[in-house]
């Protein structure tokens, strides 16, 4: 049995939008605290003021675009959050980032989970040599990425 389109592209977008808007609070909580300990000044330097106007400025299309990367979005909406960016500029790149979010996995994450389903439904083996082959090539991706990273940052200590 599946869901309806609409009705599942609704919940992804119910879904996601409590999850980006408890996110961009815990930021802007987390500020508030900050602010009453003694590190709080730290919040009034030239430096964080501009960072909290380059977040003012180009914050909400970070927002948006953070719904099309994996391990970003929850990074850039409690950064949102933290910065203190205005419920008026927030709310129509959350509104807009999750609406695209729900139509990505409404259509191809929904239709890869029932790919995937399928797959372990005729062979249990099949699908656990899938999974372990996605993860030998995440580990890959990652190693490598680090060893050029490393190897960057010591070109330029040399």
Known sequence: MSLPFGVALAALFAIVMIRVNATYWIGRGA??????TRFGKSLE?????????????WGPYAV???????????AINLAAGAARMPLRRYLPAAIAGSVLWALLYATIGLAALEAWLAVAAASPVGAGLGAVALAVIVVW????RKRRSAAKSADTVV
């Open 31 to 36: 500020v508030a605290g900050f602010a009453h």
């Open 45 to 57: 330097r030239p430096k964080a003021a501009r960072a909290q106007a380059l977040i003012q400025r």
């Open 64 to 74: 948006v675009l953070s719904f099309l990367t994996i391990g970003l979005q929850t």
């Open 141 to 144: 991706v990652v190693v490598a």
